[in-house]
């Protein structure tokens, strides 16, 4: 992924539109936002599986299923599986996808900027 130094120097000069811009200065900014959107991009995915886990472990206690993780992380309801102690599913990787959605990136972008800063 590689974006472009023409939407880089138009988003550069939307902020301060007398600045002059080097080709090098453009580049460099360029390779900071590409490294900033996948970054956001690899936190929000994170904070979007937390919620689906979140969320698959309140269908679990509404269907009335033990969802409790006792202290070796073996999961007390029958047929649920093995659990790690943070209550997530081990084992193979879950077949259903998760979509990354702007609410997810709300939620890391303050930490996001700071690391960024």
Do not use: N, Y
Not at 40 to 52: I, L, N, S, W, Y
Not at 89 to 105: E, F, K, L, N, Y
Request: hydrophobic share 40%.
């Amino acid at each position: 992924m590689s974006l472009d130094p023409g939407l880089t120097r138009r988003i550069l000069l939307r902020h301060r539109p007398d600045a002059r811009l080097g080709s090098d200065s453009v580049l460099a900014a360029s390779e900071l936002l590409r490294l900033l959107v996948l970054e956001a991009r690899r936190r929000g995915q994170v904070q979007a599986e937390c919620e689906a886990e979140i969320g698959d472990l309140e269908e679990d206690a509404e269907d009335g299923l033990d969802v409790a993780v006792d202290g070796d992380g073996q999961a007390d309801a029958a047929g649920e599986g093995r659990r790690h102690a943070g209550g997530m599913r081990m084992g193979a990787p879950s077949s259903s996808t998760v979509q990354i959605m702007p609410d997810h990136i709300a939620k890391i972008a303050a930490e996001l900027l700071m690391d960024f800063s």
